[in-house]
Every structure is written in C-alpha cells, then in structure tokens.
C-alpha cells in the first residue's frame, strides 16, 4: 500500500486498531464523505511553500486527531521531502485514562 504519510503509535494497549483508524483518517481527503464532509485530512496546504504547508498540515493534524480520535494524542510530526514530494512522519501517544 503506498501511502503519502507515516504513522507510529505507542503507549497504548490498542495499537493495531488505532493504526487502522488513524490511517483512514489521514488517507481521506476531507469533504469526500457525505455523511461528514469535516472528516480526513485537507491537502490544500501542500500547495504554499514547503514551510508554510508543514505547519498548516501540522495544524489540520492536531484539529483532525484531536476531533475524530481523542484516545490519542499527536507526539510530534517530522517531514521528509523526497524528490518534491512531502512526507509527514506522524508519531501518536496514547491520552492518559484511553
């Protein structure tokens, strides 16, 4: 499966099932699903400069996971630019009491 982003998660017992949710979040274009048109990921920010698109990304990211996946928290996000293409490397904690 070839995707635009990398996820790790860690500090939870639910690992596995929280990779499949955060995967499907982040490979969902925003406003793709009819039934809520908030849910996945906007990519309009990939269009601005390289600086600017990583901290608009960071903050759909941290809006998103915080909204649709609250068992989780975002630890950090690093990016990886790879022949013109960006790749986010997002690393998720579990929430305290989740």
């Not at 699903?33 to 309009?44: K, L, N, T, V, Y």
Request: proline share 4%.
């Amino acid at each position: 499966m070839n995707r635009e982003f990398k996820i790790s998660v860690e500090g939870t017992e639910n690992e596995q099932e929280l990779l499949r949710t955060l995967a499907t979040l982040f490979s969902t274009r925003a406003g793709s699903q009819p039934a809520d048109r908030e849910f996945g990921i906007s990519w309009e920010c990939l269009d601005e400069l390289p600086e600017v698109a990583e901290s608009l990304f960071a903050l759909e990211a941290y809006r998103k996971v915080e909204k649709y996946e609250p068992r989780v928290e975002v630890k950090d996000i690093e990016f990886e630019n790879a022949q013109g293409l960006l790749i986010p490397h997002i690393y998720f904690t579990g929430r305290e009491g989740s």
